[in-house]
């Protein structure tokens, strides 16, 4: 049974769309993380933040943007969507220490 | 810069057999490493986990080993089954709690 759930699971689009992907946790956790996957590859964190009105950018460059108005919910926006950001975008809480995941979200942008 | 990384992309094993997947990391600074597991089309989940005052960690089935003088990190899994097949990352936290870095995957397949 998911504590954090992520919607959609997949999704096609068309290029310049305004996408907005979404991360939920029923665990009260404050630290979220939103990660870029490439196929089998490692992942790259984006965003996170640390609570509510609290958030930072990661380690990998993104076009993306993200808020944190409630607790439990952490969207991530892509404004213009372009072939490029086409990937896998993984959520992911923690309390402290180990991180919980979300299924993910497989983004192709055509 | 500071890195995770591992040393094989690819392991294929016979089931039954015994599984070793290895883990290098150049910072210092971690105390706190995990092991996930991330099956096709899902997100990676937590296996197990080891501080750094600690050289061995044992679960169910698996093993975590961590040598901080050559800061290497390795998992073991005994007995290994079809349902092991997987992408398995190590992480570690550069000393802080709340922020993993995560190495490049090592794809285990299990042959029946």
């Known amino acids: 049974e998911a504590d954090i759930y992520q919607t959609p699971r997949y999704l096609v689009i068309g290029t310049g769309k305004k996408i907005t992907l979404e991360c939920s946790q029923t665990m009260g956790h404050d630290k979220m993380y939103w990660y870029q996957q490439d196929p089998g590859m490692e992942l790259h964190l984006i965003h996170y933040s640390y609570g509510v009105n609290s958030t930072e950018k990661g380690d990998l460059s993104s076009e993306s943007t993200v808020s944190r108005i409630r607790t439990e919910h952490f969207p991530l926006t892509l404004e213009s969507a372009r072939p490029s950001h086409t990937s896998q975008y993984l959520c992911?809480?923690?309390?402290?220490?180990?991180?919980?995941f979300g299924s993910g979200t497989r983004l192709t942008v055509v | 810069g500071e890195s995770v990384g591992l040393h094989l992309p690819t392991l294929s094993v016979q089931e039954g057999d015994n599984s070793i997947i290895n883990c290098a990391y150049s910072n210092s600074a971690s105390d706190y490493f995990i092991w996930y597991k991330q099956e096709s089309g899902k997100g990676p989940q937590f296996i197990i986990d080891i501080r750094s005052n600690m050289d061995k960690r044992q679960g169910q089935r698996v093993t975590v080993l961590l040598n901080k003088t050559v800061k290497h990190l390795s998992l073991q899994i005994a007995a290994t089954q079809p349902g092991d097949s997987a992408v398995y990352f190590c992480?570690?936290?550069?000393?802080?709690?709340?922020?993993?870095?995560f190495g490049k995957g090592t794809l285990l397949t299990v042959n029946p």
């Open positions: 992911a809480t923690t309390q402290g220490y180990g991180y919980t």
């Open positions: 992480a570690e936290n550069g000393g802080s709690n709340y922020k993993l870095t």
